[in-house]
C-alpha cells in the first residue's frame, strides 16, 4: 500500500512547502466564493479546507489532485437543497452537511463494490450540459450581487432574470464599480502575471476600498463577521424523510465528482509517471467527505484549476494540501477580522470569472461541428438542469447516456468481407453490396457483442446480404466472423436461431471464423456455434468452401509430391491469413 506524502524527499521539501503557501492564496478565497454559491457561510468554505483536506491527502493515491468543494458542486448543492430548504437558515445547513455524509457514504460503496465505472455514463456532452445548466443559474444570482441586486437566489431561474431585469433600477453604483474593478484586475492580471493569486489580489484590494471609502456605508454589501475558531464535531440531525430526499441529489454529486476526479487523477497519474488506484481514490473521496459533513462544511470533490496549479508551480506531493489546512486553521483562529469588510460585489466578480468555464460555450461549438446528436443530448440537459431543476437533470442525464448508448450499440457495423488475392493481407475489407466474399461464399463481419439491442438486426443485415447476393442460387455457404462478438443474451440468441433456421432452410451451410476462446464456452451454451464448422481465419474458411481450381502446376505438383498436397488442403494450417495464430483473423 503506497504511504502517505508519497514522493516527498529532502530535496524537494522546500519547493512543496513554497506550493504550499500559494495553494493558500488561491484556495481560501475560492472557498469563501464557493459557500456563498452554495448558500451557506464563508466558514462553511473554510472547514472544507481543514479535516476533510487532511483525510483526503492521507488516503488518496494520488500525489498531486486537490480536494476541495468546486463551482460545480456548489451550484448543485445550492440547487437542490434550495427546493428542500430556505438558504441562509439552519435547516439549509444542516441539509447541507447531511448531503456531504450521504456522497461520502455512496462513495465508500463505489469503491466497495468497484461500481466506479458508472461515472462513465456520464460522457462530456451529459456533463458539459448539466453542469453548465447548473453555472447559469448560479451566474444571474451572482451578477445581481455584483450590482448590488437583491433577488431571491433561491428562486426559479425565470424568477431570478425577473427579478435582476426589473431591479436594474434600482443598483448600486459602488457596488457596479468595485465588480468592474474585480473583473478587470482577474482578467487583466492572468494575462499578464498568470502565477499571481489574483483573487487574494482583488479580496484585498477591494477590501482597503471599502476601509478607506466607507463605501459599506453607500449600500455595499459585505461578508460580515465570521466565527473564529477551529471547525467543531457535529452530526446532523434530520427526519428520515429529509435523508432521503437528499440521496438523489447526493447520486448527481457522487456521480459528477466521480467522473471529474478519478479522470483528472489518472491524467496526472500518466503525465507524471506514478501509479493510481481508482478504488482507493473513491475511498479517500468518501472519508473526505463523511469527514465535510461531521465538521460542518459541504459535499467535496476534485479541483482541476488547483491542481493544474500545483503541478505548475512543481508540486509532486499531497503537502501543499496539509499546509493549506494549516494556514486555513492559523487564519480561522487569529485572523477572521480581516475577513469581516470583504465587499460581497469582488467575490461575486470572483465568483462569476470562476463559473464562466462551466457555461461550456466552447465546449458546445465542438458538439456542434463533430457530432449533432451530442450536441442535441447536451442541450437537453443544459435546459432541464436550468429550468426543471438539478435532480430533473440528472435523472435526464442517465436516460440520454443509455438511450446514446443503446443507439450506438444497435446499429453496429456489419459488413460482408471482400476477397483480397493477396495471401498475406487480412481478409477484414468491405465488400460492395450484392457481392459475395468468393464464389458461393458469403462472410458476414459482425462489429459488436450480440445482445437484446442488435440480435434482429445483425439477423436481418445477413439475411439482406444473403437475398442481394442472389439468394440460395448464388450462395451456398454463410461465414460468420465472431472475433467481435465477446458476449451474448438471451434475446439475441434467439434471433440468431430463427436466422439459422432461415439460412438452412434455403439450403445454405452456416460456418464460423475467428471466434474468441474466451466466449466459446458462451456461444456454445447459448446455442449459437451448434455443431457449425469454426475455422481459424476468415481465409481459412474461403480456402475450405471455396477453393483456386488447381493450376496445371499444382496438379503437377500433387502427382510428385502428395504428402505436401494433403496437409495445403487442411484449411487448419492456412496461416498467412493476417500474419497471426489459428485465433486471430
Request: hydrophobic letters at 55%; proline letters at 5%; aromatic letters at 6%.
Amino acid at each position: 500500500m503506497q504511504r502517505p506524502l508519497a514522493g516527498l524527499t529532502r530535496k524537494n521539501l522546500v519547493r512543496e512547502l513554497l506550493a504550499g503557501v500559494t495553494l493558500i492564496a488561491i484556495a481560501i478565497p475560492l472557498n469563501i466564493g464557493y459557500a456563498q454559491i452554495a448558500g451557506l457561510p464563508a466558514t462553511a468554505g473554510l472547514y472544507a479546507l481543514i479535516v476533510p483536506t487532511v483525510v483526503y491527502a492521507l488516503v488518496v493515491s494520488s500525489r498531486q489532485v486537490v480536494a476541495s468543494p468546486d463551482a460545480a458542486a456548489a451550484a448543485l448543492v445550492a440547487s437542490s437543497i434550495g427546493g428542500l430548504a430556505v438558504a441562509g437558515s439552519a435547516s439549509y445547513a444542516t441539509m447541507a452537511l447531511a448531503q456531504a455524509i450521504i456522497c461520502g457514504v455512496l462513495f465508500l460503496l463505489l469503491a466497495v463494490f468497484r461500481l466506479g465505472f458508472l461515472a462513465n455514463f456520464l460522457s462530456k456532452p451529459i456533463l458539459v450540459g448539466f453542469v453548465g445548466g447548473l453555472a447559469l443559474d448560479i451566474l444571474v444570482s451572482k451578477v445581481a450581487k455584483m450590482l448590488g441586486i437583491t433577488i431571491d437566489s433561491g428562486g426559479e431561474f425565470v424568477d431570478k432574470v425577473v427579478g435582476l431585469v426589473t431591479g436594474l433600477p434600482s443598483l448600486n453604483v459602488w457596488s457596479l464599480l468595485i465588480s468592474a474593478g474585480s473583473i478587470a484586475i482577474l482578467l487583466g492580471g492572468r494575462r499578464l502575471l498568470p502565477l499571481v493569486p489574483w483573487a487574494l489580489v482583488v479580496l484585498i484590494v477591494s477590501t482597503v476600498v471599502v476601509a478607506l471609502t466607507d463605501a459599506d456605508g453607500a449600500g455595499v454589501a459585505v461578508l460580515g463577521e465570521v466565527p473564529a475558531g477551529p471547525p467543531t464535531l457535529t452530526w446532523p440531525i434530520l427526519e428520515w424523510s429529509a435523508w432521503l430526499a437528499l440521496v438523489p441529489s447526493a447520486i448527481a454529486l457522487t456521480m459528477v465528482t466521480t467522473a471529474e476526479g478519478l479522470l483528472v487523477s489518472r491524467s496526472y497519474g500518466e503525465k507524471r509517471h506514478y501509479t493510481t488506484s481508482p478504488n482507493r481514490d473513491l475511498v479517500a473521496f468518501g472519508l473526505g467527505n463523511i469527514a465535510a459533513g461531521a465538521q460542518g462544511s459541504f459535499a467535496v470533490g476534485s479541483s482541476t484549476s488547483r491542481t493544474a496549479a500545483m503541478d505548475q508551480a512543481g508540486s509532486r506531493t499531497q503537502l501543499p494540501s496539509l499546509v493549506l489546512a494549516v494556514g486555513t486553521l492559523v487564519l480561522l483562529l487569529f485572523g477572521t477580522a480581516l475577513l469581516a469588510d470583504i465587499p460581497s460585489p469582488a467575490i461575486g466578480a470572483i465568483v462569476a470569472i470562476a463559473i464562466l468555464p462551466l457555461l461550456g460555450v466552447r465546449e458546445f461549438i465542438g458538439l456542434w461541428r463533430l457530432d449533432r446528436f451530442e450536441f442535441w443530448i447536451g442541450a437537453t440537459c443544459f435546459l432541464v438542469a436550468l429550468f426543471i431543476g438539478s435532480i430533473a437533470g440528472i435523472v435526464v442525464a442517465f436516460v440520454l447516456a443509455l438511450v446514446n448508448l443503446a443507439r450506438r450499440a444497435a446499429n453496429p457495423a456489419i459488413d460482408v468481407l471482400a476477397r483480397n488475392d493477396n495471401p498475406a493481407d487480412s481478409l477484414l475489407e468491405g465488400a460492395p453490396s450484392g457481392s459475395t466474399t468468393a464464389p458461393g461464399v458469403v462472410v458476414v463481419r459482425m462489429a459488436a457483442p450480440l445482445f437484446f439491442a442488435n440480435g434482429d438486426v445483425f439477423a436481418q443485415a445477413v439475411k439482406a446480404a444473403v437475398t442481394a447476393a442472389g439468394g440460395a442460387t448464388a450462395v451456398q455457404h454463410v461465414v460468420i466472423d465472431m472475433e467481435a462478438v465477446t458476449d451474448v443474451d438471451v434475446t439475441a440468441s434467439e434471433s440468431f436461431a430463427a436466422l439459422r433456421t432461415w439460412i438452412e432452410d434455403a439450403g445454405i451451410t452456416v460456418s464460423f471464423s475467428r471466434v474468441r476462446t474466451t466466449a466459446r464456452p458462451r456461444l456454445t451454451r447459448f446455442g449459437i456455434l451448434g455443431n457449425a464448422r469454426v475455422y481459424p481465419t476468415n481465409r481459412a474458411a474461403v480456402a475450405a468452401l471455396a477453393p483456386e481450381p488447381a493450376s496445371w502446376r499444382d496438379r503437377l505438383k500433387a502427382r510428385l509430391f502428395p504428402e505436401a498436397a494433403d496437409s495445403a488442403e487442411d484449411p487448419s494450417v492456412v496461416i498467412a491469413d493476417d500474419h497471426i495464430t489459428k485465433s486471430s483473423n
